[in-house]
Structure formats: C-alpha cells, structure tokens
C-alpha cells in the first residue's frame, strides 16, 4: 500500500506541475493540450453517545480521509491527431462490486473499477480509434456494452467494415480473507472481437466473439480465493411449542474458477425513413470448474477453439428483436427479448436470465417539442422455461410528460406501476403485489428588474400493496413526499438567496416515519465574483412511530476562490448533529467532514 501512495503522491504533484507548465508555455503549430487536473482531499471524523455497555450507537459511515487526483488532458498533434487521456486516482481503497483488500499492489490499484487511466489514440481520421488502460468496450445489447475493462483494443470502421477487438482483465485477483469475510478472487480476463459490415448506422451485420477465462496461476498473494457456505445442524423439536431449534456455521471452499464463450449475431436494417429493424441472437456455454472432466469429441457442446468442453460446460441462448420508428414529432420502439435460463453475458453485470421482455415505448410531441409525452408498456416473465415451481408475472407501466407553457412557467410529471404475481391463488405461498409512484413537478421564474425569483415544487406518491395473505398485513404502505423551493437571484449585485422545505411521511400498518426538513442559505461574490462564500442551515425533525420526535441540525460552509484565470479553490464544511427521541433516549452522534478541491484547466 505504501508504494500506492508514494505514486499517488508523485502522480499528483508531478501533473499538477505539468499542467501549469503546459498553461504558460507559447502555443505550437504542432501540439497542443488543454483539458484540466484536480487534486481533492477529503476529512471525515465523528462522535457518538453510547449504550449501556459502552457501545456507540452510531459508527463512523466514511473513511477518515480520502484523497483523489483527477488529469484529464486532451493532446492535439498538427491539428489532426488527438489523443485523449483520463488519469482517476483515489488513496483509500474503495470497493462497490469487487472484494476488497487491504493492501493493494500497484497493478491491483489500477484495475480496481473505481480507479482509471486510460489513453486513446485517434490517428487523423474519424473511423478509426485505438484504446489503452481502463475502458468500456461496447458491442452489443447481449454480448457486452457496460463492463469496464483494463487493458487495450481498437474499433475501426474502414469503408463498409466494422472492426474490433479488446482485450484485459475484468476482475482482479484479491486473497481470501475469512476473519474479514473476504472470498477473494480470481484474476478474470476477457477477449472480445467485431466482425461486421454495414454503411454507418442505416444498416449493419455484426458477428461478435467473447471468451472469459479465470486465471489460476497468476493468484494474489496471500490464502487462494474461497466460497463462502452455510452449514445448518437441526435439532430435536419441541413437542409442546412445535420449535426445532437448529444451528448454522460459516462454511469455507474452494472458489471454483470458470471460463466461458460468447458467439452473437446483431443487426440493424432501415427499411423506410425513420423505420428500423434489430435483432440479435446469441449462443453461449460457460463452465462452471476449470479442474472438471474433459469430454470426449462426441459430447461436445461448443468447438475446442472457443473453450475447452468439460462436464461441467453448459450452453445457452438469448434472442433480441424489435422495431424502431423515429420521426420529428412521434416515435414508437417495440422490442421482444429473451434471455435463456444459462445464459451469462460477462460483459454486462448483473444481467438477469431466463425471463422473456415485451415492451413498447411510445412517444409523442407537440407545439416545437414545448409539450413532450413519453412512456413504456410491457411484459415481463419470469422463469420462463419453468425450471423451477412458479413463473413470475410482472406488468410495466411507465409515463413522462413535459409541457413548457412559456419562458418563465414549465411541469412535468411521471407515472409508474410495476405489478408481480406468480400462479399461486390461495395459499400463504402467493406472490402478488403492485406499486405504484406518480409525481408532479411545477416550476414558476418571476423576472424583475432587480432580482430573479424562482420556485419549484415536487410532490410523490408511492404506493405498495401486497395482496399475500400474511405477509401483506404487515408490508402495505404509501409513501408521500413534498420539495420544494424558492431561490431569488440579484441581477443589480452578486447576491442569491434560497429557502427549501422537506417533508415525507410513510405510512404502515403497524407504525409510520415521518421527516421534515427546512432549510436557508446563500452566497455572495466579492472581488468580481472570484471569491464567492455560501452558508446553509437546515433543521430537520424525524419521527418513527409513537416515539418522539429525533431532531437534527446541519451547517453547510463554502468557499469557492478563482485564484488566477484556470485556477480555482473550493472549499467546504459540513456538520451534523443529530438527537434521537424517545427511540433511543439520551443517544446522539455528530460528524464532520470537510473537503476541498485545487482545479487547473490549460
């Protein structure tokens, strides 16, 4: 970790001093840069009351500290080339969706989604780009177009081709860390090629390639990655109140690693102005263990080229259809997708499998787009090939609208209704539950001479009902929400001035939470606006059921200084005090975070 940080270090101080550098020098015929760089840095601490036994009730929610250096240059080589570069560095190491550890190298530190540096390189011309570092390769609707990637790869369209390729790893290896709960994993890499035709996007047939491999030999230093399971010992039930008491212990093996291949055909063909077909089909097998059988010729699922075929290989499909038509005032997008049961696109996360998804999303507008109506309809089906007991059954709706009724009054608003149930009627075993969200949100600017008043109001409503017979006596609620605002705006001095009020309240059938928040600040511009503070207060209340109410009260402070023209300084402070009620008598916490951002541009 220590070599992170001294190169987090010298990263920072280094390309901030490039930057200024870059800023004075006299312009080129030949290069040329501009873009920006940042380095933030970021305070956190807390106290808290404690319990009876001494432990406090509240812990702290963010790291102590954490700094982050933001470069993103763009180099322009004799007016034609232009390589634009992306550096992201944080020091604390942060994980959303892969495991943690607590000493990254320096190779860890860079695959690690939430850090980037990336380059690419554009070579004069506008079909062809070459990329290096972090990157989100896109592809197709099932094969990949959301999964960052470090590594490299291009994307060249030469006349009617279309050509790809990209190539790095997807997951880092990480040790495994019981004491912390930590699986672990295996470095997971990734390979993927285009080979399509088409005349931009009037018409295009793509064929598309994928293969993912975990990498066994390459593993991070420490215990091999491990999967976590849950052993459960029952015991001798008890005659008098029917209770089996039972037993469960964590369980830890071997984290099996998995390879797998994806083979995809996509297109899209203008059939009239405005009107286009798309579709999509596409195969895949995945093995679930690495170390299991090979089969022999006969038993082979997939071609030796792509995986090596095992007992443990699986193959599936998914389908993708639909039709686009698009004009100035109307459009109508009408999909069908079908994802099987075994299918994993590795290049989208979190895809889910084996459903079948009918949507139409109409669209219309009015008056030169002043008044916009949006929505979608569908269908979707869960469990669709019946591999397990029930099929769930969801229905979409959902609806926007915007009508701008002049220069200085506007409303939109939305609908929403998505409804579940499978095919159980009477039995404590049924699924069926609607929700329901609809919201309104009015905007009115009152224009003087001296001052710009504006005001702004959301109004929510949610709703949830449950109709299974136990559980919906208890998970039925409507949820209520008010915001809204009210800003004025000096036009003869740099003076803004805003006021908000928040309230939500959720009712239950056993107890209800409601909030309501107020809050007032402003900020002024001395020295021709370049040093501008702020202030804001708010004090807010929070009740949960009979108990009374807790209260909370935070400041907010700014600073933003432009100390030269590129230059600037902002700077804020944020505390935060809160009391709880009778909830939790005699308990409270308070935290404090300051943060402050030093921005270059060039």
């Known amino acids: 970790m220590s070599s992170v940080r001294a190169a987090f270090a010298a990263s920072c101080l280094l390309l901030l001093l490039c930057s200024t550098v870059v800023r004075t020098q006299e312009e080129s015929s030949w290069f040329r840069i501009s873009g920006s760089a940042s380095v933030s840095a970021e305070y956190y601490w807390m106290n808290s009351s404690t319990d009876t036994l001494g432990v406090p009730v509240w812990s702290p929610r963010r790291p102590a500290n954490l700094y982050r250096f933001m470069f993103t240059p763009t180099i322009t080589l004799f007016d034609n080339v232009t390589i634009p570069i992306t550096l992201i560095l944080t020091s604390t190491e942060t994980n959303t969706i892969t495991p943690a550890t607590l000493s990254p190298t320096l190779a860890q530190f860079f695959t690690n989604p939430l850090n980037a540096f990336s380059v690419s390189f554009k070579p004069g011309v506008d079909w062809a780009e070459l990329q290096f570092g972090s990157h989100v390769p896109r592809y197709s609707e099932l094969v990949g177009s959301d999964v960052q990637i470090f590594g490299g790869g291009f994307n060249a369209q030469p006349g009617p081709f279309r050509l790809a390729f990209n190539t790095g790893v997807i997951q880092r290896a990480v040790a495994s860390d019981t004491s912390r709960s930590i699986t672990g994993a295996y470095s997971r890499s990734l390979y993927m090629a285009k080979f399509g035709v088409g005349d931009g996007n009037k018409w295009f047939v793509d064929f598309n390639i994928m293969t993912m491999r975990d990498d066994t030999v390459d593993l991070a230093s420490g215990p091999r990655p491990l999967e976590r399971g849950i052993i459960r010992t029952v015991g001798q039930m008890d005659t008098t109140t029917g209770f089996t008491p039972y037993t469960e212990v964590d369980a830890w093996k071997s984290l099996l690693a998995q390879e797998g291949a994806i083979l995809s055909l996509a297109f899209r063909v203008e059939v009239d102005d405005g009107i286009a077909l798309v579709g999509e089909a596409a195969a895949n097998a995945i093995t ?3 170390t299991s059988s090979e089969l022999d010729g006969g038993a082979k ?27 100035s005032d109307w459009g109508l997008d009408t999909k069908i997708k079908y994802v099987g049961p075994g299918y994993i696109p590795f290049g989208i996360p979190f895809m889910m499998s084996d459903y079948l998804d009918i949507t139409t999303s109409p669209r219309l507008y009015f008056n030169d787009r002043k008044i916009s109506l949006s929505g979608t309809v569908g269908t979707r089906l869960f469990n669709f090939s019946s591999q397990t007991d029930e099929t769930l059954s969801q229905v979409i709706v959902l609806a926007n609208a ?35 969200s609809i919201s309104l949100s009015p905007m009115y600017m009152i224009p003087t001479t001296k001052i710009m008043h504006t005001i702004s109001l959301n109004l929510s409503l949610d709703t949830y009902e449950d109709f ?80 009374s109410a807790d209260t909370q009260i935070m400041f907010r402070v700014g600073l933003r200084w432009m100390i030269m023209d590129r230059l600037s300084l902002n700077v804020s402070g944020i505390t935060n005090t809160y009391a709880y009620g009778s909830s939790k008598p005699n308990a409270s916490f308070g935290e404090n975070t300051f943060q402050m951002m030093l921005t270059q541009s060039f």
């Open 288 to 290: 679930r263990d690495i």
């Open 468 to 547: 299974n017979v136990v559980s919906g006596r208890l998970a039925d609620n409507n949820t209520f929400g008010l915001y809204t605002m009210y800003n004025t705006s000096w036009t003869i001095m740099p003076l803004t001035a805003w006021t908000a009020i928040n309230y939500l309240k959720n009712s239950l059938p056993v107890y209800g939470f409601s909030m309501i928040g107020f809050t007032v600040g402003s900020s002024y511009g001395f020295m021709q606006n370049k040093l501008t503070p702020s202030l804001a207060v708010t004090i807010g209340s929070n009740s949960l059921g009979d108990n």
């Open 301 to 327: 699922l997939v071609p030796g080229w792509l995986i090596t075929p095992r007992s443990s290989t699986r193959a599936d499909g998914a389908l993708m259809g639909g039709v686009l038509v698009n004009y």
């Open 402 to 436: 915007s009508w701008i009724f002049s220069d200085v009054f506007s409303v939109s608003g939305s609908f929403s209704n998505f409804g579940m149930r499978n095919g159980v009627v009477n039995d404590t075993l049924r699924v069926q539950n609607v929700s329901r």
